[in-house]
């Protein structure tokens, strides 16, 4: 993605951020939630989106989800990535922002909040920097402050964590690290 061509109040926006939070079911994963007869329930994760996570909190950017659904699996994905706050079966998610305000000691301009549907639009207009999947709501994506190219569970999360470290001038130093 050429984020030089992105414009100059979208690259503003994302130069403020210091807190990422993130939806998980179209998010984080495609959407799909598989049960198996014992009762499991599964849901893919892609690599490149943890990656992404890892290079936000490895400059100071910090990482959070709040998701309507509660699922072990997220809490697991969690725990391997990182992701200090964790916010599940919330179907309300506006208390959880406002708390994670407070926690994170930052401001609604300060955080970027990634989404896919109708209950993930109250957090992205309350952020700072409203982001939507491509292949999220179309209502939802009218409202956002930018749409990723990368569809849910497939590299949005990274495409995002790009967008945020190019605009703080930080991605070109981020990637250089793994030439050495």
């Known amino acids: 993605m050429d984020f030089n061509a992105l414009p100059n109040d979208l690259r503003l926006k994302a130069q403020m951020i210091r ?36 290079l936000l909190q490895q400059n100071n950017i910090k990482t959070a989800i709040i998701t309507g659904r509660h699922s072990a699996i997220v809490e697991r994905r969690a725990k391997e990535l990182g992701i200090e706050f964790v916010f599940q079966g919330k179907s309300d998610k506006r208390a959880a922002f406002n708390e994670l305000l407070q926690l994170c000691q930052v401001s609604a301009n300060q955080v970027a909040h990634i989404g896919d549907d109708l209950p993930d639009l109250p957090l992205m207009q309350m952020a ?11 209502f939802v994506k009218q409202h956002a402050d ?6 849910g569970g497939m590299g949005a999360v990274r495409e995002t964590a790009e967008l945020l470290l190019f605009s703080q001038q930080a991605l070109e130093s981020t990637y250089q690290q793994y030439l050495s």
């Open 19 to 54: 807190l990422l939070i993130m939806d998980v079911d179209g998010v984080l994963s495609d959407g799909k939630v598989y049960y198996s007869n014992s009762g499991d329930e599964l849901k893919n994760f892609n690599i490149k989106d943890g990656l992404g996570i890892k």
């Open 128 to 138: 700072g920097l409203g982001i939507a999947v491509q292949d999220g709501n179309w």
């Open 146 to 151: 930018w749409i990723t190219t990368a569809g």
